[in-house]
């Protein structure tokens, strides 16, 4: 491992933008990349209120900070204030991760692919021919749905609290070549037998909870809940009672983010020292 060198005037900058981000993991996950490849640089937490992007954006490119990483709320929000997106970006719908050029900021999404790197390593689960139940509509099911759908799943079915939110999500992603996408109410999950759920929502982050009983879903294959705070949710403790392959969304994280420092650098990240200072961090968080 060859050390970082210090701080100082050529030392470049990259960060994540949310609100709040205080919490955020990334720092850990990027600065020990940095220090691994002997980089100067650095990677911050920048807290930024939704109605102060703009300027937020237009102050850190002044500064020439290099790259950012956006969460919630700045995923949609985002995209007017860019110059160009990539075509996983334009598809998806949300940007997570942005790099300066002289032309202004570019936006891509590496949840999608984060998700499916994830599937790999962690659950060795392969999409092709199979049917997946997505629980939740936001900015993480759609990255979520359209990676699964370019993977080459047969059908992907959107259930979610608020059924319109669910139709918007399935409409915009049948748009893009794929399998079929349909919709349910969460009362109809009962039956579906999908080979693969995912939730994508924030039931179980810390509240006890689990969106559905998974029982009565008959999942065939496995279980991904993306929440990765606490590691093991009430979801993924019916799944493992269950005898069904599932993972959190550990995996998930570590993968957005080994591609986006790659989106940023050019180089070959350091995957497990990332994916031991994320476990540190967690850990850290947890005791």
Same mark, same amino acid.
């Given at each position: 491992? $060859?050390?970082?060198?210090?701080?100082?005037?050529?030392?470049?900058?990259? *960060?994540?933008?949310?609100?709040?981000?205080?919490?955020?993991?990334?720092?850990?996950?990027?600065?020990?990349?940095?220090?691994?490849?002997?980089?100067?640089?650095?990677?911050?937490?920048?807290?930024?209120?939704?109605?102060?992007?703009?300027?937020? =954006? /237009?102050?850190?490119?002044?500064?020439?900070?290099?790259?950012?990483?956006?969460?919630?709320?700045?995923?949609?929000?985002?995209?007017?204030? #860019?110059?160009?997106?990539?075509?996983?970006?334009?598809?998806?719908?949300?940007?997570?991760?942005?790099?300066?050029?002289?032309?202004?900021?570019?936006?891509?999404?590496?949840? *999608?692919?984060?998700?499916?790197?994830?599937?790999?390593?962690?659950?060795?689960?392969?999409? %092709?021919?199979?049917?997946? =139940?997505? #629980?939740?509509?936001? *900015?993480?099911?759609?990255?979520?749905?359209?990676?699964?759908?370019?993977?080459?799943?047969?059908?992907?079915?959107?259930?979610?609290?608020?059924?319109?939110?669910?139709?918007?999500?399935?409409?915009?992603?049948?748009?893009?070549?794929?399998? /079929?996408?349909?919709?349910?109410?969460?009362?109809?999950?009962?039956?579906?037998?999908?080979?693969? #759920?995912?939730? $994508?929502?924030?039931?179980?982050?810390?509240?006890?909870? %689990?969106?559905?009983?998974?029982?009565?879903?008959?999942?065939?294959?496995?279980?991904?809940?993306?929440?990765? /705070?606490?590691?093991? $949710?009430?979801?993924?403790?019916?799944?493992?009672?269950?005898?069904?392959?599932?993972?959190?969304?550990?995996?998930? #994280?570590?993968?957005?983010?080994?591609?986006?420092?790659?989106?940023?650098?050019?180089?070959?990240?350091?995957?497990?020292?990332?994916?031991?200072?994320?476990?540190?961090?967690?850990?850290?968080?947890?005791?």
């Amino acid at each position: 491992m $060859t050390a970082r060198p210090p701080i100082d005037g050529e030392t470049r900058i990259y *960060g994540i933008l949310g609100h709040p981000v205080r919490h955020s993991l990334s720092p850990a996950m990027h600065n020990a990349a940095f220090e691994a490849l002997g980089l100067n640089a650095v990677y911050l937490a920048f807290p930024v209120a939704p109605e102060r992007l703009p300027e937020a =954006l /237009a102050g850190l490119a002044a500064a020439e900070v290099l790259g950012l990483n956006l969460t919630v709320p700045h995923k949609t929000a985002v995209i007017p204030l #860019l110059s160009e997106l990539t075509p996983e970006a334009r598809a998806i719908g949300a940007v997570n991760t942005i790099r300066h050029t002289p032309a202004g900021w570019v936006g891509t999404n590496t949840d *999608g692919m984060g998700f499916m790197g994830a599937l790999e390593s962690d659950l060795h689960w392969s999409a %092709s021919g199979k049917q997946v =139940l997505l #629980l939740g509509a936001g *900015g993480s099911a759609r990255a979520v749905g359209w990676s699964l759908l370019a993977a080459g799943i047969e059908r992907l079915v959107i259930a979610n609290r608020t059924p319109k939110r669910a139709e918007t999500l399935a409409r915009d992603l049948a748009a893009n070549p794929g399998g /079929a996408v349909e919709t349910l109410d969460l009362a109809q999950v009962p039956g579906a037998e999908p080979h693969l #759920l995912v939730n $994508t929502t924030t039931v179980g982050m810390g509240d006890g909870q %689990s969106p559905v009983a998974l029982a009565p879903i008959g999942v065939r294959e496995a279980v991904v809940d993306i929440i990765y /705070a606490p590691p093991s $949710t009430p979801l993924l403790a019916q799944a493992k009672t269950l005898g069904l392959a599932h993972a959190n969304g550990m995996g998930m #994280l570590l993968h957005q983010g080994v591609t986006a420092f790659h989106f940023w650098t050019g180089k070959k990240p350091p995957v497990e020292i990332m994916r031991a200072a994320l476990e540190a961090g967690l850990s850290k968080r947890e005791s």
